[in-house]
């Protein structure tokens, strides 16, 4: 059955008092990260804010570019992929991953659901795939099959950081046909008339794209692992799933919004996949997603949940959902205001992360500001 989808308008930014946002809390947010363009670390920044289906906000600030790489941001994007087959009754959530792809039924494997997947709990979080084994679909398959689980499946909350993403991707292809990259441009953005894009080709990376820029300086020595591994152009390329998405603040804050209206997620669709399925202390170093509070994650997607201000915006109400992304990235949405909002830039310290105060404080008051600014 063909769905009726209206196309997204990523060009006009409504009035704010059509939508009851606050002005003064808008410009607030403005120039709150404007500040971090104009004397903090981001070389660049790109923002957007949207409600009831219509931008907001969409603002950018220094050698700004056409759309930026989302590391962990673009998760929902591949999240929305796997609710609209379930919506469609595609996907069974509670079915082991082997009955899709039984290249992955080894070494113990065969118990795991595609829920634990979805939910960071299938117990391989460091299963290892990179460049160039990555690109090919044959070697990728046989690494699954390598693959051993490092504890029981359901044992432990612990970010699956890459490996979880490839599964989704090869799901989605033995259900669909279509490779991720496809599926998500001809049956997600084209349709919503947005454009983002995954496995993007080196012209357009070198023409759209904004660079990673190093905001300890140009002779700072990077970490070769974590953000500065989609250095690589042809990383990006190859379609990592689970950081290589890239898009416009615009079309963050927007694909948001179609989760929220568009008819392509069944009705409820959407609703239960934000509720939160896991609530716990994410195993592991920080660097690789661990932490000292809880967490809510919903499927593939973090939910503010009881604990509120650990990931999500702590002024936002607990179904918000979304993902932050390395470094100074964070992209939002709360179903009970009807906001949306999307923080991007280009700007990476050596080590990928920054888990310094400042650095934490700055996101943190981002975050919280961006949550607040209806007047209803």
């Known amino acids: 059955m063909t769905v009726a989808v209206e196309p997204m308008n990523t060009q006009v930014v409504a009035d704010p008092a059509e939508l009851a946002i606050d002005r003064w809390k808008l410009d607030v947010l403005r120039r709150r990260i404007e500040l971090e363009v104009e004397y903090g670390p981001l070389p660049s920044a790109q923002v957007a804010v949207a409600r009831h289906n219509r931008l907001v906000a969409s603002w950018s600030w220094g050698a700004a570019w056409p759309r930026y790489l989302l590391q962990s941001v673009g998760r ?40 634990q997947v979805l939910t960071h709990t299938a117990g391989f979080p460091f299963a290892p795939l990179g460049y160039p084994k990555m690109a090919d679909r044959e070697l990728r398959l046989q690494a699954f099959s390598k693959w051993r689980l490092e504890y029981p499946p359901g044992e432990r909350l612990q970010f699956h950081l890459t490996s979880a993403a490839w599964i989704i991707a090869e799901l989605v292809e033995r259900i669909t046909g279509k490779p991720l990259p496809e599926y998500l441009s001809r049956e997600i953005a084209e349709p919503l008339g947005l454009g983002f894009g995954l496995g993007v080709s080196l012209d357009d990376q070198r023409e759209t794209v904004a660079p990673m820029v190093c905001v300890d300086g140009d002779d700072a020595e990077v970490d070769p692992w974590g953000p500065w591994y989609l250095d690589n152009a042809d990383v990006v390329t190859a379609g990592e799933p689970a950081h290589g998405v890239v898009a416009s603040a615009a079309d963050v804050a927007l694909h948001y919004q179609a989760l929220l209206h568009s008819p392509l997620w069944a009705p409820g669709v959407v609703e239960d996949a934000i509720r939160p399925r896991v609530t716990d202390v994410p195993a592991g170093e920080q660097t690789y997603g661990g ?86």
């Not at 796997?82 to 991953?97: M, Q, S």
């Not at 500001?369 to 007047?375: C, G, P, Q, S, V």
């Open 76 to 115: 929902t994007y591949v999240a929305s992929a796997v609710w609209k087959l379930i919506g469609e009754g595609r996907i069974d959530i509670t079915a082991p991953v082997s009955s899709v792809i039984p290249e992955f039924g080894t070494n113990g494997k065969d118990s795991v659901t595609i829920e």
């Open 291 to 376: 932490s000292a509070k809880r967490v809510g994650i919903g499927l593939f997607v973090v939910v503010a949940g009881p604990d509120a201000g650990s990931w999500m915006p702590s002024v936002a109400s607990p179904r918000t959902f979304g993902h932050g992304g390395a470094a100074y990235q964070l992209g939002f949405c709360d179903p009970d205001s009807g906001v949306s909002f999307a923080l991007l830039t280009n700007g990476y310290p050596a080590s990928g992360y920054d888990y310094s105060p400042r650095g934490v404080a700055a996101i943190t008051n981002i975050g919280n500001l961006a949550a607040d600014l209806t007047k209803d």
